[in-house]
């Protein structure tokens, strides 16, 4: 595709409740990443992927979070009950192989945990 | 762990002034940094690439220069205009991206 695209752009869900996220990565791109963000804050790492196995996850905050990236293309964000504090922007990136590469970042979803 | 300080926090600026944003590393085995600009509510786009073998890298009135041994990376804007107020972020690239939290850069008309 022609950019990075993350579905859908606003969540809002109930406490307790699961959630998916997903990022559509540039085609081709190897690497795909997930990020963080809370208002006024700099991006915080999650996981990194290298095709379809994830290279680092040492950033996923708690067993509640998880994500899988099963053909190496398209990845999910998974959130099993949510809390209130997950609420943020989660931001997906890709790159074409790996961190020597340019990253291209997506729009972000908004993440609200009512 | 490689930690990223970005400085200032936030500048107001008149339009045509001249401006520079500084981004500070710990851990110099990187193998690139980015700058990026993000408005609000919006993802990051990328301005800026500069590998590490490399000093500096130059886009319109966008200027970045790097100092790997010193764990240093400024982005000078010229000219400044309304247009160009948004948050600059700092990324440096080991195995992934680590950011600073950011430049909140307002240009008054």
């Known amino acids: 595709g022609a950019g990075v695209s993350q579905t859908p752009s606003n969540k809002v869900t109930e406490k307790g409740k699961y959630v998916e996220l997903r990022c559509d990565p540039i085609?081709?791109?190897?690497?795909l990443y997930w990020y963080r963000q809370s208002l006024g804050q700099g991006p915080e790492f999650l996981i990194y992927f290298q095709g379809t196995g994830a290279a680092d996850d040492s950033g996923l905050p708690n067993d509640r979070f998880f994500a899988v990236r099963p053909e190496g293309s398209v990845s999910t964000l998974k959130i099993q009950r949510t809390e209130r504090g997950d609420s943020a922007v989660y931001l997906c990136?890709?790159?074409?192989?790996?961190?020597?590469?340019?990253?291209?970042f997506g729009q972000g979803t908004r993440l609200t945990v009512v | 762990k490689q930690e990223v300080t970005q400085i200032p926090a936030a500048l107001s600026v008149p339009e045509g002034e001249n401006l520079v944003l500084n981004c500070s590393f710990t851990?110099?085995?990187?193998?690139?940094l980015q700058w990026f600009r993000q408005d609000p509510g919006k993802g990051l786009t990328s301005l800026l690439l500069i590998q590490s073998s490399q000093r500096e890298q130059t886009s319109g009135r966008l200027n970045a220069s790097l100092d790997k041994s010193s764990g240093r990376s400024t982005l000078y804007i010229a000219a400044s205009q309304p247009g160009d107020s948004a948050t600059y972020l700092c990324?440096?690239?080991?195995?992934?991206?680590?950011f600073g939290e950011g430049t909140q850069l307002t240009v008054n008309p």
């Open positions: 990324g440096v690239s080991g195995s992934r991206l680590t």
């Open positions: 851990d110099s085995a990187i193998y690139n």
């Open positions: 085609s081709g791109h190897t690497a």
């Open positions: 990136a890709s790159s074409l192989s790996d961190g020597a590469f340019e990253a291209f």
